[in-house]
Nanobody, 113 residues
Framework: QVQLVDSGGGLVQPGGSLRLSCAAS????????LDWYRQAPGKQRELVAT?????TTTYSLKGRFTVSRDNAQNTVSLQMNSLEPEDTAVYYC?????????WGKGTLVTVSS
């Protein structure tokens, strides 16, 4: 079955960087777009970045985040730089396959001094 395992979150100071990873299994990874979402306390879940099967990327937060994928390792990553307290959230890996949404369990990113 489809599994998405998010990792890499933690506590970081403002201006710092983190790299999140999502290990995927149970589907033909190279054929699907994957996304990163985040949900801050008291807010709705929002789309952060998407990477298509053809490596096209789109972002809702331009300039500070970079999404990438490794089709050999079945992983998708989110490099986050110049982090701000407003980036504090649980970050989720997401797949939509055949109209069904799959989510990782999330990884918590806390940006605080």
């Amino acid at each position: 079955q489809v599994q998405l395992v998010d990792s890499g979150g933690g506590l970081v100071q403002p201006g710092g960087s983190l790299r999140l990873s999502c290990a995927a299994s149970g589907f033909s990874f190279r054929k699907y777009a994957l996304d990163w979402y985040r949900q801050a306390p008291g807010k709705q879940r929002e789309l952060v970045a998407t990477i298509t099967a053809g490596d096209t990327t789109t972002y809702s937060l331009k300039g500070r985040f970079t999404v990438s994928r490794d089709n050999a390792q079945n992983t998708v990553s989110l490099q986050m730089n110049s982090l701000e307290p407003e980036d504090t959230a649980v970050y989720y890996c997401h797949l939509n396959r055949w109209g069904i949404d799959y989510w990782g369990k999330g990884t918590l990113v806390t940006v605080s001094s």
